[in-house]
Every structure is written in structure tokens, then in C-alpha cells.
């Protein structure tokens, strides 16, 4: 028994045969990150690839059974995935291993189109903590619903393609911005600027709103809408970008959305290939950027109710299986950056490349908000990562009282569910474009998958 503690590094501990895995897994992320860039392209994807391996999707109040593999579809907005086994469900419970699928990003207003100065904008309105002045000048694609009176939806996925046009948030330039410079970044950028620009042709004939009428004039004929089909739509600016290699050693990657979609494909991929007697549920959460509110978030009675069904199904008390349930809140942490070193606290911090991150307890300053997981339960997952040579390591959200955040683990906690809060670390943190290591993703999905188990 080694009588210190020290992090390992993944890559020293691996051959080159764990090196090709983690190369390939990270090539099936990044196209599950390309093809969901929204919360509702990720539950769709997900459900693509789980009807691939079996699934069906289940209804409220059907029977569940040993061996079933199912899908609840909560509005298109939200996940859950639900294998029935064969273990004793008083005893063990359920296995839950819940992550978001939304991620911060500009949405449009309800009434987003004006024009000025003859050039065309659609107004937004910012979701989730952001850094505003990250998303000027970043090249953006418009994803998102609209949804008319007759009840049909028109699907909206506008800058993905090479042959799209992208969308721009103009910033302004360093010859003029000496007033801007003296402000402090919290007040410097006004979040009613973050207009996105959409066009500068007028329509002819027209005197008044040219612009505007012009790209109305588009829309009705690329998607058969006019402007009050923008009251009933979500349409989100996202980055225009792809997952991307970095580093000439390509052990990183880059991309929109890795908070905390690098966490929901290791659950996917964790509950689709393993082997497992345990009941399982697998969560894609909704809304946990702005505090897990609504009916597609965890705060959410339906994680409760589907527990239920599950309960009632096996002829057990759902009480009962609450309190012999696990859970992983799959969320992202930060991960220390050697360039901004003083707002982390060194020994209790994740760092790339050293595994999956465990953070005992989140919250702010004295751990309010926080659900802080047992001693015991910890020690739990310290014996099953052992057992399968999970390289794990703790974190914190920077130092005391500095700052700090949020999961989703005080909702499943409340439920009297065992519950930590594990993930990948992260750089960059809600920035258009985050960064995450290769090597803690892959043990991401052996940590999952241990857990499953």
C-alpha cells in the first residue's frame, strides 16, 4: 500500500494499444458532438443510436421487465434510458448516471428581426453564464424549431454546411474602443449588442425596412414562414464550428459544447456496451444551465415518476429502491490552467490528462448549494474504479471562496439517492470553444461503465 497520494498520468500509464482506443473512442465523440449541437439534436441523435442497439421507446405506466431496453423521449428535450435487470431492485437499486445536454449559447428573441441602418439583425437573448464578449466576432449557425399554429414544425439548421452562409456579432474595432477599454469587462458588453448580423440586400420597390422585408421574403421561401412564426420557435446561434484535433500530438480536443455533452456520450456508450445484472438509468438533462428549472429539467417530477414505474413494475416500494440507488451526476470541472494558476488552489484541483474528475462537493463559498457526497460512498466508487483500473483524481471549482457552481447532483441527492458529481476537466469553460483531453474521456466511459456494472 502506497502510504502517499500522487495523480496519475494517463498517458504514462498506457501502451500503445490503450493510445489507439482512446484515438478511436475520441473520433466517435466528435461526431456525436457535430451531429448535436442543441439539446434537441442530442436527444435525437441519442435516440438514433440507441434504437440501433435495441431500444424502444416507452410510454408512462407501461410494465417494465428484466432485459427491456428502453427510451423515454421528454419533449424532444430530454433522455432517459432504462435497461431492466435481473438484480434484486431492494437491494441494489438503480444504477443512475445522469449529464446535461444543453449548453450556454445566444437564443433568439420572440421577436428577433429588425433592421437598421439597412443592415439586417435578429436580437437574442444569452442562456447560461457566458463570457459575452467571447461570442463576437465567433463564426455562428442558427439551429432551433419553429413550430406554426397547425402544429407542424420546421426544422431550422442554417451554417453547418460549406456552402451556408454563417452568422456574425460585430465587435468594435481597437481604433474606437478607448471608452469601451476603461470599463470593466462585466459592464463593457451590452447584452442587448449581441445582435446577430443577417443581411444587407434590400428588396426592391421597398422604402421602409427593405432589409427586413428582404430576408422575410428569403425565409417564406427557404421554409414557408413569416415573422410571427417566430413567436412560437427556439432557434439558438451556436457556434459554427467543428470538433477539432489540438496539439501536434492531437491528444486534445476542441469544440462547442463539450459542457456536458463530454460527459453524456461516455454514459451512452458506458450503458450500450456493458454487460450488467443491475437495473440501469441513463439521463440527458436539460436546462441545467439555468438551474434545472421547467418540465425537461432534473428539478423536474419526472425522474421521480419513472423510478416509480420502474418501482411498481418489480413489485417494490419506490421508496425502497430510491434508497438503494446510485448515482453518477456526469458533470464537467475545471481543469487547471497554467496560465490563470492563482485562482485554483494546486492540491485540489483536476488537472488534463489525469483521468476523470470526482468533485465530492460543489457549490459556492462555504459548499452552499452543494449536495456533499458521503465518506462512505466515496470509498464505494474507490473500491469498483480500483477493481477496473479506472485513473481517477478529485477537484475543486477554484479556491475558497473565489467563485464556484452548480450540478444537478442536489436533485438526485434529494430523492435520498447516493449521488457525487464525476467528469471530464475542462479548459475554458462555457467559452464558444472548450477544450478536453482525449485520455479523460476515455476514462470517462470506463469509470461509467464500472459503475454500470
Not at 393 to 411: M, N, S
Request: proline share 3%.
Amino acid at each position: 500500500m502506497d502510504l502517499t497520494y500522487e495523480r496519475k498520468n494517463v498517458y504514462k500509464e498506457a501502451n500503445k494499444s490503450d493510445v489507439d482506443q482512446m484515438t478511436s473512442y475520441a473520433e466517435g465523440y466528435k461526431k456525436f458532438l457535430d451531429n448535436g449541437k442543441t439539446e434537441r439534436e442530442t436527444v435525437a441523435e441519442t435516440i438514433a443510436i440507441v434504437k440501433k442497439a435495441g431500444y424502444r421507446e416507452y410510454k408512462l405506466g407501461e410494465k417494465i421487465s428484466p432485459g427491456d431496453k428502453l427510451y423515454y423521449n421528454n419533449r424532444g428535450k430530454s433522455l432517459f434510458l432504462i435497461k431492466g435487470g435481473k438484480a434484486d431492485l431492494e437491494k441494489n437499486g438503480i444504477r443512475i448516471l445522469v449529464a446535461h445536454v444543453d449548453s450556454p449559447r445566444l437564443d433568439l428573441k420572440q421577436v428577433p428581426l429588425f433592421e437598421k441602418s439597412e443592415i439586417g439583425y435578429l436580437k437574442t437573448h444569452y442562456y447560461g453564464g457566458i463570457k459575452k464578449y467571447q461570442w463576437l466576432t465567433v463564426p455562428l449557425a442558427l439551429h432551433g424549431v419553429i413550430v406554426k399554429t397547425d402544429g407542424t414544425k420546421v426544422e431550422i439548421c442554417i451554417g453547418e454546411k460549406e456552402s451556408d452562409p454563417i452568422f456574425y456579432v460585430t465587435d468594435l474595432l481597437p481604433h474606437l474602443s478607448q471608452e469601451q477599454n476603461e470599463k470593466k469587462v462585466a459592464t463593457a458588453f451590452n447584452p442587448e449588442k449581441l445582435n446577430v448580423m443577417v443581411g444587407t440586400v434590400p428588396l426592391q420597390d421597398e422604402d421602409k425596412d427593405a432589409v427586413k422585408k428582404n430576408i422575410l421574403s428569403i425565409l417564406s421561401k427557404e421554409y414557408g414562414i413569416c415573422e410571427e412564426d417566430f413567436l412560437s420557435a427556439e432557434i439558438e446561434a451556436v457556434p459554427a464550428l467543428k470538433a477539432r484535433d489540438v496539439g501536434f500530438d492531437r491528444s486534445l480536443v476542441a469544440s462547442y459544447g463539450h459542457d456536458d455533452r463530454v460527459c453524456a456520450y461516455p454514459e451512452i456508450t458506458a450503458t450500450l456496451e456493458t454487460e450488467t445484472e443491475q437495473t440501469v438509468m441513463t439521463i440527458l438533462a436539460d436546462k441545467e444551465e439555468i438551474g434545472s428549472e421547467g418540465n425537461t429539467g432534473m428539478q423536474c417530477r419526472i425522474i421521480d415518476d419513472l423510478i416509480g414505474c420502474i418501482a411498481n413494475s418489480y413489485s417494490v416500494s419506490a421508496a425502497v429502491v430510491r434508497a438503494a440507488s446510485k448515482c453518477l451526476s456526469a458533470d464537467v470541472t475545471a481543469a487547471f490552467d497554467p496560465s490563470y494558476a492563482d485562482v485554483f488552489e494546486e492540491k485540489n484541483v483536476a488537472y488534463l490528462g489525469k483521468g476523470v474528475a470526482m468533485n465530492k462537493f460543489t457549490g459556492s463559498r462555504g459548499k452552499s448549494g452543494s449536495n456533499d457526497a458521503s465518506a462512505e460512498y466515496i470509498g464505494y466508487l474507490r473500491g469498483i474504479f480500483k477493481k477496473d483500473n479506472v485513473i481517477w483524481q478529485t477537484g475543486e471549482l477554484g479556491r475558497v471562496d473565489l467563485g464556484g457552481g452548480g450540478t444537478v447532483a442536489k436533485y438526485l441527492a434529494n430523492l435520498n439517492i447516493d449521488t457525487v458529481d464525476l467528469g471530464v476537466p475542462v479548459l475554458s469553460m462555457h467559452a464558444p470553444y472548450e477544450l478536453v483531453s482525449k485520455a479523460d474521456l476515455y476514462q470517462a466511459h470506463k469509470a461509467f461503465s464500472a459503475f454500470v456494472k
